[in-house]
């Protein structure tokens, strides 16, 4: 069936490590995919975005990368900072349907001082 | 300005009561959605709305029934709550099928 998963669900860094949150998806269909971020009684917030026609994509410290072969998704954040602690989500829709997005578990990122 | 709000924050009732939460964004999307965050925090669509019309509607019970006044409006009303209500709801919105702007939650205790 259809199903975005994460493989760890907590993820401890210290700060001004490099962090990765990685996300497995089954849907080959899905042609794009959002990363939000969640912070304790706050809505997900939009963090980066990508279309199923590129590899990578980057922000401000942060990196999208998309494997279509193996139908992986990772988050990079760069040197973290505490402010980053959150729980991270990976989310895809299939393109035709509004905003139906399909959320993966959700990883928490505890970063330390 | 907050682009998708939502009220109540918290909303506490007994079961077999009536609530509705309400929902604006000033975004000028037009594609709203209820989800529900479950206490695992895994976040499910409920229903979505484009431009007033229904177009999404999940396995949800016909207890809950959305109501989208314009396009701007999305508000959820909750007949005959039950414990298994009790969970974080989140509108958002959205302009065509693209990222999601969310409002901050309602969360519900069902008693």
């Known amino acids: 069936g259809e199903s975005v998963g994460l493989h760890l669900p907590t993820l401890s860094v210290q700060e001004g490590d490099n962090s990765i949150i990685n996300c497995a998806y089954s849907n080959s269909a899905s042609d794009y995919f959002i990363w939000y971020k969640q912070e304790s009684g706050k809505g997900p917030q939009f963090i980066i975005d990508i279309r199923s026609n590129m590899d990578k994509r980057q922000g401000q410290r942060v990196t999208v990368l998309l494997n279509k072969t193996v139908k992986h998704l990772s988050l990079q954040i760069a040197a973290t900072q505490p402010g980053d602690s959150a729980v991270y989500f990976c989310?895809?829709?299939?393109?035709?349907?509004?905003?139906?997005?399909?959320f993966g578990q959700g990883t928490i990122l505890t970063v330390h001082p | 300005d907050t682009a998708v709000s939502q009220t109540p924050k918290y909303l506490v009732t007994q079961m077999g009561n009536d609530k509705s939460i309400k929902c604006e964004q000033n975004?000028?999307?037009?594609?709203m959605y209820w989800y529900k965050q479950d206490s695992k925090k895994f976040l499910k669509i409920m229903f979505s709305?484009?431009?007033?019309?229904?177009?999404i509607n999940e396995t949800v019970p016909n207890r809950f029934s959305p109501k989208s006044p314009d396009k701007a409006h999305l508000n959820l009303h909750i007949n005959s709550l039950e414990l298994g209500d009790s969970a974080v709801y989140f509108c958002?919105?959205?302009?065509?099928?693209?990222?999601?702007?969310f409002g901050s939650g309602t969360q519900l205790s069902v008693l």
């Open positions: 975004l000028g999307h037009d594609t």
């Open positions: 989310a895809e829709n299939k393109g035709t349907s509004y905003g139906k997005l399909t």
């Open positions: 958002a919105s959205s302009q065509e099928y693209e990222k999601l702007f």
């Open positions: 709305y484009n431009n007033k019309e229904l177009i």
